[in-house]
């Protein structure tokens, strides 16, 4: 991985690092063999971590074993962002910069601009069951609403899923990493962004799947300061609620976000919000690119 995770493994609590593995594994209530199968890990590997005698795990382990148990990867290593700590302790979050629009902070979307969009995965399972696109699309999308919400669990989707398609079980989340890939040249642009600007992702998608995006590299590695997951705040774009949390985690004003977004309807409500908006545009990456970069044309 890249320099993003290294330096968070410097900053992880490795004290504490077993005692919240132990109490992250009880919440989802696994045992530790269950845990170990399911991260791919040795049973040893697991028990030495977990009463401290291995302090500094790889960050391939941590990762397993954090999308193992659905829980992010900073949560488990201890690791907190920059506004977090900034709200804990009373300090300002870290200054960057401020574009000549006086945006300070760029909130990015994951499908349709950071990754291209999963329809791969709809043709694979219409061959795989031999049920139409037409209708993989359209079961997917009857239900997608309420899973990005986090109103119905993946194992309930897989199960509705695979009822309508006549086959015993589904696995949609394998279908659809193994489906996107990154958007061109939008590594390198979100890495300039987060060396001038404070950035975030801000996302309808998955319990999950944003955690296994950054796990398997199919998102910039780099320490975002803000990460609006739908199904963590129950509430999916372009619906209000999505965009208070996400102004209120990004810390500063309105006027001072870019949104960057794949979804005109999305971009409609945060531009009556006061944001700047951004139409991404994953099939001509380099105009959009273009676009992202004059928009935060660093102030004189």
């Not at 239900?143 to 897989?158: K, P």
């Not at 990154?182 to 998608?205: F, K, Q, T």
């Amino acid at each position: 991985m890249g320099n993003g995770f290294a330096m968070g493994t410097e900053r992880m609590d490795e004290k504490s690092l077993g005692k919240r593995l132990q109490e992250a594994r009880k919440h989802a209530h696994m045992t530790q063999q269950t845990l170990c199968q399911r991260a791919n890990i040795s049973y040893s590997t697991l028990a030495k971590i977990e009463r401290g005698a291995i302090k500094s795990p790889s960050i391939f382990t941590i990762q397993n074993i954090a999308v193992a148990l659905g829980v992010s990867l900073d949560s488990l290593m201890g690791m907190e962002t920059a506004q977090a700590q900034a709200a804990e302790t009373g300090a300002p979050a870290p200054a960057k910069g401020v574009s000549r629009s006086g945006v300070r902070f760029v909130y990015f979307d994951v499908n349709g601009c950071l990754v291209h969009f999963f329809h791969r995965a709809f043709m694979k399972l219409a061959e795989e069951t031999g049920v139409s696109a037409d209708i993989v699309e359209t079961t997917f999308w009857l239900y997608n609403d309420e899973v990005c919400r986090g109103a119905m669990s993946m194992q309930d989707f897989n199960r509705r899923c695979a009822e309508r398609f006549g086959i015993s079980e589904m696995d949609w989340e394998a279908y659809y990493l193994e489906a996107v890939e990154p958007v061109r040249g939008m590594d390198e642009l979100v890495r300039w962004a987060a060396e001038h600007y404070r950035i975030g992702l801000l996302s309808n998608i998955m319990p999950g799947f944003i955690l296994s995006l950054r796990a398997r590299g199919l998102l910039p590695d780099v320490e975002y300061d803000a990460i609006v997951d739908s199904s963590e705040v129950g509430a999916i774009k372009p619906e209000q609620q999505i965009f208070d949390v996400a102004t209120e985690k990004a810390g500063v004003q309105p006027a001072e976000i870019l949104f960057v977004d794949d979804s005109r309807p999305n971009i409609m409500v945060a531009d009556k919000r006061g944001w700047h908006v951004l139409w991404c545009d994953d099939y001509h990456p380099d105009e959009t690119i273009a676009r992202i970069r004059s928009a935060l044309e660093p102030a004189s």
